[in-house]
């Protein structure tokens, strides 16, 4: 089902994010099971901080967001899970 992006019933800022918010452990779990792969090592802070400097602030800050202006103006999430959504995102089928 396609839905019209361009709505004047939407105004002001607007969170574009999936259905449920996740945390970065939930998304690499999703990601994990969707290329059949395990998910069992994490890297520390200061490991991405010696790796990536002030890039690895970015990678570890986390913010819930929630489509609440989106909801609101009934729009329906093809994929509301993230398991669903990392599936289509990684099918690499033609």
């Known amino acids: 089902v396609e839905q019209e992006l361009d709505r004047e019933d939407v105004a002001g800022p607007v969170n574009m994010t999936g259905a449920a918010p996740c ?42 967001a929630v489509p609440a202006v989106l909801e609101k103006a009934g729009f329906h999430w093809s994929y509301p899970d993230i398991d669903a959504a990392v599936r289509v995102a990684v099918d690499t089928s033609p």
């Open 23 to 64: 945390t970065n452990a939930e998304f690499t779990k999703a990601l994990a099971r969707a290329l059949h792969r395990p998910a069992v090592l994490t890297v520390p802070g200061f490991a991405l901080d010696l790796a990536l400097g002030g890039l690895a602030e970015e990678l570890q800050v986390s913010v819930r």
